[in-house]
């Protein structure tokens, strides 16, 4: 069995066992009350909360089916450890992000105790002792980190990529439309690298969280939750990590960069941020606040300026996503 029609089965299962699951999880989060309300909306209707964990379980279910493809058809294995180390990454960061869920984002999990998760939900990649330890750093030059490099490197760079990742967030399709946009550019550099892992992950991700977005996009059934971006987040660094490409990676990820440095700007002033926009009776959306702390703050401007009126929420998802567009165009040209 070819690669090609591998990749297509399992990303089949991925897509299939997310839009199933998630069109019965809607119907019982709303049954027993876990919802939440949109505040991006006039009316504030209530959504069903944490949709986003069984994208996860897709992509778990896709790249597991992916592995029994080759062990059953080829009669060996795939890339077994490497395999199960971002199974188990995967899981492990999107329970984290399922906890803080339950718990209510408000009180959920404090930042020190996310800390402490950061060596469990690395621990898959620190065990097979993933990646390279030798990493080319701007001004400095190459370094070897040695054994730093996964048992310490690594996990901060996980636990990294899933906080930021959770930080452009708080609209309709936002989060479901940036990570597809991360992992297609990760999946066209992978392909023209000859990285298959990468590559093939990729596109089992981009599968499932494409389900999820049918449910997730303006006027949303369902939001992500934090098990959705901890887990893409984290996702999206293991897969780095795994094939060794970090320049890449970390400069797709500028705008999230950019993020830090506006909520970074946020604290300065005295202010723990909000991504979520002033709303009028018609719907309309404006800047919470005089200064902008986000990018979705930014992008709020730029449609208020553009259409001279308020924005409407899918505008504001569209320049972003635009944004992230313009950021992995610029990113392959560079690396490719």
Do not use: C
């Not at 690669?3 to 989060?29: D, N, P």
């Not at 077994?80 to 408000?106: H, P, R």
């Amino acid at each position: 069995m070819s690669l090609l029609l591998r990749t297509v089965i399992a990303s089949s299962v991925a897509f299939l066992t997310t839009f199933y699951l998630e069109r019965f999880w809607i119907k019982a989060a709303r049954a027993r009350g876990f919802v939440g309300k949109d505040m991006n909306k006039s009316e504030r209707p209530e959504v069903a909360e944490a949709g986003g964990i069984w994208s996860l379980i897709g992509i778990s279910f896709g790249i597991l089916v992916y592995e029994a493809l080759f062990v059953y058809i080829n009669k060996t294995f795939y890339r077994s450890a490497d395999i199960f180390a971002l199974v188990i990454t995967l899981l492990l960061s999107g329970f984290l992000g399922f906890v803080d869920d339950i718990m209510g984002w408000k009180k959920g999990i404090p930042v020190w105790s996310r800390i402490v998760f950061l060596f469990p939900i690395a621990l898959p990649l620190m065990v097979i002792k993933a990646g390279v330890s030798r990493m080319e750093l701007p001004i400095v030059g190459v370094v070897n980190f040695g054994l730093f490099y996964p048992l310490l490197v690594v996990p901060i760079g996980i636990l990294g990529a899933a906080n930021a990742f959770n930080m452009i967030a708080g609209f309709n399709g936002l989060e479901a439309g940036m990570g597809i946009l991360l992992l297609l550019f990760t999946s066209i550099y992978a392909f023209a690298k000859s990285l298959e892992l990468s590559f093939i992950s990729s596109i089992i991700g981009i599968a499932s969280i494409i389900a999820f977005l049918y449910y997730n996009k303006f006027p949303s059934k369902v939001f992500p939750g934090n098990a959705f971006t901890y887990g893409i987040g984290a996702f999206y660094a293991s897969l780095i990590v795994l094939n060794d490409f970090q320049k890449f990676g970390v400069t797709l990820f500028l705008l999230y960069f950019i993020e830090l440095a506006l909520f970074t700007r946020g604290l300065k002033d005295g202010v723990y941020k909000e991504n979520f926009a002033k709303v009028d009776n018609n719907g309309l959306l404006y800047p919470p606040y005089s200064k902008s702390y986000s990018l979705t703050h930014v992008a709020i401007k730029i449609v208020n300026k553009i259409k001279g009126r308020g924005a409407k929420e899918r505008e504001v998802v569209l320049v972003l996503l635009m944004l992230q567009t313009i950021v992995g165009v610029i990113t392959l040209a560079i690396f490719l």
